[in-house]
């Protein structure tokens, strides 16, 4: 009898898997996230109870004793060890606690390209318990001014060769009392210091941990500037908690303490800084620094540096497939891809041409509260539910109306959950476990974010502005940003979908797609700017017969502009306010521009169909 009962038992157990498998196929690879997450909450959980607290800054040094000789950073034809990279960094907060008086609490703004030095400095400015304004090195005057005034950095570190554009706002900087230091040995102008001879002459030895005894989890460590696609930057207040959070997504990725990681992301964002260079620290992995990204380089150097795990944004995989095919295409030791925004016909591009690459596509915003991981690879998904979502804090994807630009309202005045497969606005609860630090010195752009009386009157909510959906396996899917959806004859037009429609055409390498305003007409109209490939024209015939063919009527571009690139921000998203504010005024744009007039296709645009359309005797 027991007999049998142990055999029952015996051969339930064996097939328990099978069953959980049929249940959920994923089941297996739920269950590693569950158990990578629970540790990363009882790691979050130690650190903050520790005293000194336990920074990402406590976690390199306990690298470099752990493996001082390890490669930390290759750059160029430099390389440098754990152990080197202390030193630097040593010699760094020396010379700047010496001649900027800089002591705990202080904030200093970093002005310069990706360079190793970029890493000493904020290693340096860590160990003297300051924090990092990490200011993008492309902006300028006004926008670079701002970005001064929204961190109240006490001082300025700018690479040499941005030595011209800080000189154009000295003067404001001066008023403003900033110090100013330059990396260069000498620097003789009024108002400027040099920094590299300060930082040779220093000594290497380590710092008192004294200096930063009082950094805890919730101080800031660092601003990041998010760009958006309109107004002056934003700095995205990021504490210690919210870089050990962003530095974790490498484990869930699943990189190795012998991976090799790609970083040609800018530093001063999010995705190169904090998922990047602190989640490498994390695992203690080598980092291969690049200054800026190249398609043509990309796999080369992957190749030359035995490369394994490459980060990437917005349109990079799409940059890398329009590389020509060469026969080496698979020859690289990458092995898994870490980042966001891929669309699905990239994804499998990519694949198809590079070979066995995992990708591990994640959501979520520097400021934002929530985030997603597409552990389970599915090809299109930016993320996959998973029940400590929910434990975490309440989300929610919420009815949008496009047209007004808000979340629509019931009576009570209150928003309404989308029925699942739907799409909506997705919202997270701010809460002490999902908090929102919002924006230094900008109380109206963090409330804009905020988002009230959602469920229960007086609740509040992270505004992601992404428009998601989420199947009914828990996959959540990117479907639009605020802003990039806009409303054409009462319909919502979705501009990434009809750019990956667009791409479809041969003649056609990029698609940037935006609605116009048509004096007259509610809403926007599509208007598509195009890049083409080389040594192609624009096929209007192809381009018609296949936008009338897939995008029904209102989603199909009545302009096209050709151009020769497409602008995109600095973490390679697509530019479009400006382009639709240029409009389709023939003696505006000096570009080749086409009309699509019905039933024929895309005509060249003249300015009488521009005056026809603008007096009103065109109807669109
Ligand atoms: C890359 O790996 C190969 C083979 O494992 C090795 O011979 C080579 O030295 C490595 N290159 C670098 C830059 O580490």
Not at 517 to 537: S, T, Y
């Amino acid at each position: 009898m027991s007999a049998y009962f142990l055999y029952t038992a015996l051969t339930g157990l064996a097939i328990l898997p099978l069953l959980l498998y049929i249940r959920n196929p994923y089941f297996f690879k739920d269950l590693r996230y569950t158990i990578t997450a629970l540790h990363i909450v009882f790691r979050m959980t130690r650190y903050s109870k520790r005293k000194p607290f336990y920074s990402i800054l406590e976690c390199f040094l306990d690298k470099v004793a752990k493996h001082p000789h390890k490669p930390f950073i290759v750059f160029e034809k430099s390389s440098y060890t754990y152990r080197e990279a202390d030193e630097e960094s040593n010699k760094v907060a020396r010379a700047l606690s010496t001649h900027a008086q800089l002591k705990e609490g202080d904030t200093v703004a970093l002005f310069l390209g990706n360079e190793p030095l970029y890493v000493w400095m904020w290693l340096g400015l860590a160990k003297l318990g300051c924090t990092a304004a990490l200011i993008n090195y492309n902006i300028r005057s006004k926008s670079l001014l701002h970005c001064f005034s929204c961190c109240e950095a006490k001082v300025l570190v700018a690479g040499a060769e941005l030595r011209g554009a800080v000189e154009e706002v000295l003067p404001s900087l001066q008023q403003q009392g900033v110090r100013v230091f330059i990396l260069s040995e000498d620097c003789d102008a009024e108002g400027m210091e040099s920094l590299s001879d300060k930082i040779r002459q220093a000594s290497d030895q380590p710092l008192s941990p004294q200096l930063r005894a009082n950094v805890h989890l919730k101080s800031p460590a660092l601003y990041i500037y998010t760009s958006g696609t309109t107004g002056l930057p934003k700095a995205a207040v990021i504490n210690h908690q919210r870089i050990w959070m962003a530095s974790f997504l490498q484990s869930i990725a699943g990189v190795h303490s012998d991976d090799v990681i790609y970083i040609y992301l800018p530093l001063y964002h999010s995705a190169g800084f904090l998922m990047g260079l602190c989640g490498a620290i994390d695992k203690g992995i080598t980092i291969v620094l690049r200054r800026k990204f190249s398609a043509s380089q990309f796999l080369d150097d992957c190749r030359k540096y035995n490369v394994t795990v490459i980060q990437y944004i917005g349109e990079i995989m799409r940059y890398l497939c329009n590389t020509p095919k060469k026969d080496n295409d698979r020859d690289h030791k990458v092995r898994l891809a870490l980042g966001n925004g891929i669309r699905a016909d990239t994804w499998a591009d990519f694949l198809q041409r590079f070979g066995d690459i995992r990708i591990c596509e994640c959501y979520g915003a520097t400021e934002g509260n929530i985030g997603f991981v597409n552990y389970v690879g599915k090809v299109g998904a930016i993320g996959k539910e998973h029940f400590l979502h929910r434990a975490s804090g309440r989300y929610a994807l919420i009815r949008y109306d496009t047209e007004k630009e808000e979340p629509v309202r019931d009576s009570r005045g209150l928003c309404t959950e989308v029925p699942r497969g739907e799409t909506g606005l997705l919202v997270a609860e701010i809460g002490a476990r999902t908090p929102f630090s919002g924006y230094a010195k900008n109380k109206q752009q963090t409330e804009k974010k905020k988002l009230r009386d959602v469920f229960v009157k007086g609740d509040f909510y992270f505004n992601s502005g992404d428009l998601l959906k989420i199947d009914h396996e828990g996959f959540v899917y990117f479907q639009d940003r605020i802003g990039d959806t806009f409303r054409w004859k009462g319909e919502n037009v979705a501009t990434t979908e009809v750019a990956d429609h667009l791409i479809m055409v041969d003649c056609i390498e990029e698609a940037n797609v935006y609605g116009v305003k048509v004096p007259g007409h509610e809403g926007r109209i599509g208007m598509a700017a195009l890049k083409l490939r080389e040594d192609m024209d624009f096929d209007s015939r192809a381009t018609y017969q296949h936008v009338k063919t897939y995008l029904p009527s209102y989603a199909r571009p009545r302009f096209i502009r050709i151009r020769d690139s497409l602008a995109v921000t600095g973490t390679f998203k697509q530019m479009k306010v400006k382009l639709a504010e240029e409009g389709f005024n023939p003696a505006v744009i000096t570009e080749p521009l086409f009309y699509l007039e019905d039933s024929k296709g895309y005509i060249p645009m003249t300015q009488e169909i521009f005056s026809s359309i603008a007096e009103g005797r065109l109807r669109l």
